[in-house]
């Protein structure tokens, strides 16, 4: 069975523009959760996905938003990028809501310049 | 607002035991031990989870003190594919994230 993957792995943009990644859960997984991980604040989380529906939130400004496909595939957009958004974006898949057990990606490198 | 305390790093010798401590003394009733890990350029891994009990699956086993405020991850025959960093978190069985703090570093040496 296929992981979950995400695309791009690698992203350079600069200040004030907007990103897009994407994350393909594993198949059958129906619940997709966002995190950056950066060296000084580890990993963080952004929010979870279900049924198309965002159930869980962390706590990170409106210009993190996201959105989950009837397929489950998810992508995240972050707006007006700044310096301090460069991180490490992953993706974690789930079968169900709030499970022990979640598969995370390999992650997008977004760097901020 | 720290909830474990782990060492920074570790090495270890490649087919030997890797103990990992980590300190919960804060640790609530409802709330779980979790151990995950973390290979450079790849997202984190979930090795293992206990509440009171040790644990042990394909991977590694957990000892958890009878008091809950601290436990041992254990891999068993330590190989060098095993050198990542290493989260101890303590989580609600119902809590819907995941935060990693700093974990530790292990490198498994030949």
């Known amino acids: 069975k296929a992981g979950v993957t995400q695309t791009p792995r690698y992203l350079i943009k600069t200040r004030g523009q907007q990103v897009t990644l994407s994350c393909s859960p594993i198949s059958g997984h129906r619940s997709v959760s966002w995190y950056q991980q950066t060296p000084g604040q580890g990993l963080q989380f952004l929010f979870e996905?279900?049924?198309?529906?965002?159930?869980n939130k962390g706590n990170f400004p409106g210009r993190f938003s996201g959105r989950q496909f009837s397929n489950s595939r998810s992508e995240m957009n972050v707006s007006t990028l700044e310096l301090g958004d460069s991180a490490l974006y992953l993706c974690?898949?789930?079968?169900?809501?709030?499970?022990?057990?979640?598969?995370f990606g390999p992650g997008t490198r977004l760097t901020v310049l | 607002d720290a909830k474990t305390t782990q060492p920074t790093s570790m090495d270890c010798a490649e087919g030997r035991a890797a103990n990992l401590p980590c300190n919960h003394s804060t640790i609530s009733g409802n709330e779980y031990v979790y151990w995950y890990r973390q290979i450079h350029s790849q997202g984190p891994q979930y090795i293992i989870h206990?509440?009171?009990n040790n644990e042990t699956n394909e991977m590694a086993s957990l000892i958890i003190t009878e008091d809950r405020k601290s436990s041992t991850l254990i891999l068993p025959h330590a190989t060098l594919r095993d050198t990542a960093v290493y989260y101890c978190i303590v989580r609600a069985f119902n809590d819907y994230k995941l935060s990693f703090g700093a974990g530790t570093t292990v490198t498994v040496r030949a």
């Open positions: 974690a898949s789930s079968l169900r809501l709030a499970i022990n057990e979640q598969f």
């Open positions: 996905y279900f049924s198309e529906t965002q159930r």
């Open positions: 206990g509440l009171k």
